[in-house]
């Protein structure tokens, strides 16, 4: 780990300042991950901006009916939260079958967004990985890639998101607020997390330098049977292999997003269209332009088997 | 003393303290945070320096260049330890892989080189600017690739009985089958661990270590000492599973470290240099043959065992688990080992048992399926009280009284005969059986037993507790050996100042360390009654008293006293063999949609003679059973070929079973004693857990869902092309 120094501002328009003046500056929040990563030499940040002080923990009611919740919110807190369990519980569902309580105390809702991949490749530095070094090729192409992504993917990177929360975030159209070095700005969730191109580097986010997230916003709630099934290896404390999120309504229409399939969570509207045709309809929509591994590609068959479990389950 | 078969009535018969569900005595320091373990021993020397390692970033080759020069002008960095600089560094013959590399690189983490620096984040800061350069070199990574090669090693000559091939050809019913296993990771949550500490020539060494005795040997020879001159002091362990059976590069780095730089050195291995840098249970290819009557009668077994180490490593032993298990007159076991560069394989928790029971016991459960037989029923028809190879009948053998209990308990009349038949929600259910066998052996081992003037009883050794009870067990030991209350024994372990004990390892620990004990508290009461003027033969010790002949004294009256004692076992096994046996019940639910597999109750019935203390023995058996089924369904070091090394090499990765992957679990132990195996009367059990759980749960998925997965682990993707279409 490289030495860095610290620094801990009062507020959202402190920490932003606070990145401009500093070179090689990375905010922290709860720390689960940025941390491991800066233990592996994974990330060498000269400088840590803890936001911890800046406020942003507080879940708001918006004019428009949904909820506006602070980047710092915790991930427990959002998901015990009594309107996101009544009006949102797949974004709840999602998150208690993430992590561990005692990570989930920490993590935050602006850091979960932001969560590395789990790729074994990226966690040693011995090993060719474009997502952390340009240029140096991809160890997981032809490697151990069975949790890795078998959509959206190219040569370049085929690392999956590990995130519990964002399959749900995406599934309930959130929308991302930054404050960064040029003002405010928001983004859907969708353009949020990006696919990597056919050459490296692999951009992940579409954050700029210096953009803090404030907050997530919710649109109004949309009713329905709120479901979020994680398909996983241990019954507890482990990334997915495949999960699902789904709002279903009475009437066999609804949204499904997938988790741990592909570099951001994978939604399709095509597939949200196919629900009532049942779930090889929407697997087929979502996999369309699939490239697994021989390593991943049972991923596909079991999306599709864990989609029909969701529907099944919302018709009891 | 030499142990004489069968013991006769002794002290231990009382069992007012021994036999009793007891709590263990280190619980409360280390629920404290009290108890130190090596990496903690703070206080031991006032200015600790801290050694980071860089682990070897190729498989195999040779380092071609090191740049050191910007680590050592960091911060806070006292000096650089690498092959250049560190002296000769000799392998122990417990060692197969060198513990640091240069200019040779054996296996990918070998340690090339450790900073030592003022503070732990300034050595770890350092280490990432070493730059070195390697030329690699071809190496073989794969045991499918190299089985062809593999030869059958120079101390393991095949067994056979009676006529093995003609008896399988022309047996009615077969099973021929071939099952493989990954490499484990033992995944102990303490890393290994050392401070090392010269003074004047002498060197200590805290360190996280079973057998402290080898231990300090290897390290005298590591270093080319006189072992007179090496202590090793390890109170507290974190888990060991066989991982710290042998030291290890923070041992030999510490101590060369400490050398170097005039300071003493703290160092623990980081989480992902543990699973390659250390040593791992190594892959299996097994194949077993039944050939059996059409009632069920074995006629033959064969068990065949494929596995690869570094060049002059061990075998996995995986037929040891067939040879003591069924009768059958016509046997076959064959061990082959093959030359692969990963990192050395060693023991890990009942080492060929383990994997062995992966096969034997899932391959007897299809044989029962091809017969249409209970598989307990099977194991009953052959059953046998002498051992198949040897004719020498077990000490001890009451594995269908293990069934008869289990299946009563468990509710094993409930089982569909038919697999794939029973369905709950939107799982598939399914139970399975599979047989505990695990040698028991025993080792010589000494303690020194002291009564204090105040009465209390102080007992030394260097025996390890490495979360099994050791300090519980002994101290029950000693407490019903001179008839005071557990409270009044303060017990001592993990000093090689302290009489060489038998160690932590092989299942062989508590049986001959309680016996070390016994030995030492038999002097003593001899002792005690000489110094009172009782007659030690007719003497009785209880409630803080001995008495003979109508006389009592308080123990406080027979002064300080110690005595050393010694037990020995020579001639044991000359007429007996010796092993524990066990049951395991299985019932869990596939998901019909993802083919997840959930366990929903493990019962093992075990039976060991005496159980020293039933609430250690349970949580050992439990946690033999955890490991099982993370073998069953979890645990795979994943092999990257192109190179060399464990990919998953971190806990995140590499996963072990968690609380809520077993909501129920239980553990029964058979009454009774077993007076040819110990003067204790019974055996440990450390290991018996893990001999067969991972077999009934392979079992129970066949039962649940008619599909038979021969490639452990159980994972989802092996069922789901097999699995109904929903
Ligand atoms: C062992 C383990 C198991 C896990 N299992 C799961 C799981 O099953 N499912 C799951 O979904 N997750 C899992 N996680 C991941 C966990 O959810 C994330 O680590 C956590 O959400 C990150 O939040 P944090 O606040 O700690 O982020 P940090 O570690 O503080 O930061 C993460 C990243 O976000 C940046 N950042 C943080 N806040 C802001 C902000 N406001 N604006 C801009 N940038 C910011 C940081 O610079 C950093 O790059 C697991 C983690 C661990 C360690
Ligand atoms: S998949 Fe992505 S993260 Fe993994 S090695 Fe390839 S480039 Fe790196």
Known sequence: MKSFTYERPDSPEAAVKAYQRARGARYIAGGTNLLDLMKLEIERPAHLIDVNRIGLKKIEETDEGGLRIGALVTNTALAGDERVRRDYGVLTRAIVAGATGQLRN??????????????PYFYDTNMPCNRREAGSGCAALEGHSRMLAVVGTTDACIAQNPSDMNVAMRVLDAEVEVLGPKGARSIPIEAFHLLPDEEPPVKEFALRPGELITAVTLPPPVGGKHVYRKVRDRASYAFAVVSVAAILQEDGTGRVALGGVAPKPWRRPEADAALPKGSKAVADVLFADARPTDDNAFKLPLAERAIAAVLADAQR | MQFQKPAGPNPTDRQRVLGKPTPRIDGPAKTTGTATYAYEFNDVAPNLAYGYILGAGVAKGRITSMDVAAAKKSAGVLDVVTYKNAGEVKNSDFNTAPLLAGPDVTHYHQAVAMVVAETFEQARAAASLIKVGYQKADGAYELAERKDSASVPKDDADTRTGDYETAFANAPVK??????????????????????????????????????EWGKQSVATALGLDPSKVRMISPYIGGGFGG????????????????????????????????????????????????????????????????GNLEGGDAEQSPAATRPSYAAANRLAVTKLAVLDLPEGNAMRAPGDAPGSMTIEAAMDELAHELGLDPIELRAINDTQVHPESGKPFSRRKLMDCYREGASRFGWSKRSMEPGKVRDGDEWVGMGVASAIRGAPVMTSAARVSLRGDGSVLVETDMTDIGTGSYTILGQTAAEMLGV?????????????????????????????????????????????????VDANAATFA???????????????????????EVTFGGRG??????????????????????????????????????????????????????????????????????????????????????ADIPQQEVIFLDGEDPLASPMKG?????????????????????????????????????????PTV
């Open chain 2, 574 to 659: 000359d007429e007996h063999e010796y092993f524990t046996f066990g049951a395991h019940f299985v019932e869990l639910g596939v998901n019909a949609y993802t083919a997840e597999i959930r366990l929903r109750r493990m019962l093992a019935v075990c039976d060991a003679g005496r159980i020293f203390n039933p609430t250690s023995a349970k949580n050992q058996v439990m946690g033999g059973m955890t490991m099982g089924a993370g073998a069953a369904l979890l645990e795979e070091l994943v092999v990257d070929p192109r190179y060399g090394f464990f990919a998953n090499h971190d806990l995140a990765q590499y996963e072990v079973p968690v609380h």
């Open chain 2, 244 to 307: 710290k059976l042998f030291i290890r590069a923070d041992a030999v780095l510490a101590a060369i470290g400490a050398r170097l730089t005039g300071r003493p050195v703290k160092v623990a291995l980081q989480r992902p240099l543990v699973f390659n840098n250390t040593v791992h249970r190594p892959a299996t290819i097994q194949r077993i043959t039944l050939g059996a009557g059409e009632e069920g009668k074995l006629l033959a077994i064969g068990h065949e065992n494929w596995s």
């Open chain 2, 485 to 533: 209350p557990l409270e009044r024994v303060e017990v001592r372990l993990g000093d090689s100042n302290f009489p060489v004990s038998a160690g932590s390892g092989g299942q062989w620990g508590a049986t001959s360390s309680t016996s070390g004990v016994y030995a030492a508290c038999n002097q003593l009461r001899t002792a005690i009654a000489n110094a009172v003027g």
């Open chain 2, 543 to 565: 409630d803080g008293r001995v008495s003979a002949g109508g006389e009592a004294f308080d123990l406080t009256e027979a002064g300080a006293l110690t005595e050393t004692g």
């Open chain 2, 175 to 212: 099973v021929d089958v071939t099952y493989t296993t990954p490499a484990h990771a033992h995944a102990m949550m303490e890393p290994h661990a050392t401070i090392a500490l010269w003074e004047d020539g002498n060197l200590t060494l805290w360190s996280a270590n079973q057998m402290i």
């Open chain 2, 683 to 723: 055996s440990g059990v450390g290991e018996l857990g893990i001999c067969g759980p991972s077999a009934a749960i392979a079992n129970a998925v066949f039962n649940a869902t008619g599909i038979r997965v021969r490639d452990y682990p159980i994972t989802m993707e092996k069922l789901l092309p097999r699995m």
């Open chain 1, 106 to 119: 920490k993590a935050t809702t602006g850091g979960n967004l932001l969560q590395q991949t789990r790729c």
